[in-house]
């Protein structure tokens, strides 16, 4: 495996494990929240609000996770039809595309984060600031932007019959 791939697959295992680590705090929130309710009658503060707080931060990491496992959410009934030099190039495509998108929503978001910083904005419930999240937020798919560039440059940098030898590298099963 080339070292621009090794550097790639691992930035992109970083980001899915926060991820995780991300979906597994809500998670547990979420369940404490309705263990609360079933004992003292109410449940936790803030509940729904953390939940759609961190909601886009899970998206986006779990959106590293079907690129790293080679976008299992596809239509490649169609695009399996294709060849491997034709293949390559519309994922280096897709790739530059949604690096694109990513940083422009990055940047819309780091502004509205400014503008909720400048205006002191708070969540409703638990009164928390809610430009940190916005920044972390934009933090997050400005990063997923750069790992979709390097996607990018690894597909057009492909040879046609490296593609089979990665995939079974990647997933041996």
């Known amino acids: 495996m080339s070292k621009l791939r090794r550097l790639v697959y691992s930035f992109g295992k970083i980001l899915s494990v926060m ?3 991300s979906l597994l705090f809500i998670m547990m929130y979420i369940v404490c929240s309705v263990g609360s309710r079933f004992i003292t009658g109410r449940p936790l503060l803030g509940t729904f609000e953390l939940g759609s707080t961190f909601l886009p931060l899970i998206a986006a990491f779990y959106y590293v996770n079907t690129e790293i496992h080679d976008r299992h959410i596809r239509a490649s009934i169609i695009f399996d039809r294709f060849a491997p030099k ?11 595309v949604t690096a694109a998108i990513f940083v422009m929503v990055s940047w819309r978001v780091a502004l509205f984060g400014v503008r909720n ?3 002191m904005a708070e969540t409703s419930v638990l009164a928390l600031p809610s430009a940190p999240f916005l920044f ?6 400005l990063n997923f932007g750069v790992f ?5 440059v690894e597909y057009f940098r492909r040879k046609p019959d490296e593609a089979i030898e990665i995939r079974e590298e990647l997933h041996p099963f």
């Open 19 to 21: 991820g995780t680590i």
């Open 117 to 119: 910083h400048q205006m």
């Open 148 to 152: 979709m560039l390097f996607r990018a």
């Open 86 to 96: 034709v293949k390559n190039l519309l994922d280096g495509m897709y790739s530059l």
């Open 136 to 141: 972390v937020y934009s933090f997050l798919l």
